[in-house]
């Protein structure tokens, strides 16, 4: 099983930033989280590293479905989705896979919501392309 979903783009790393956060929200996804890797590499070991950025993507209404179902999942949240660099111009956007994210926990009660999530994240890579 993958472990994520991918699609490259070329265009500005910050419109790129925006339009994946555009895409999340029509899937009802809101930001809840930015870490800027290149900028954190520099400042914390004085590392030159290409441009990275993980999002911490969240669905209020999943995140509260699981976590009624299994407290501790929490761990796993939120749904980290990251722009990177691919080359001149080009961006790769990759979404983690709920599915494999959820096979480390034992709650067969969680696969259902998983695989919605995983179907909506999905649906933004794709849509992306």
Do not use: W
Not at 58 to 67: G, R, V, W
Not at 71 to 82: A, D, H, R, S, T
């Amino acid at each position: 099983m993958n472990y994520s979903y991918s699609t490259k783009l070329k265009g500005e790393f910050e419109d790129i930033i925006e339009r994946v956060t555009a895409e999340l929200k029509t899937e009802g996804f809101g930001v809840l989280t930015q870490i800027d890797v290149t900028k954190t590499l520099k400042e914390k070991i004085d590392v030159d590293f290409k441009k990275y950025r993980i999002l911490g993507a969240c669905n209020p209404h999943f995140a509260h479905k699981a976590l009624s179902l299994e407290e501790k999942v929490g761990v796993m949240l939120p749904c980290n989705v990251i722009v990177v660099e691919a080359g001149e111009g080009e961006f790769e956007v990759t979404a983690v896979s709920p599915m494999a994210s959820m096979q480390a926990i034992k709650n067969e009660n969680l696969v259902a919501i998983a695989q919605e999530v995983e179907d909506k994240l999905k649906t933004v890579i794709n849509r992306l392309k």
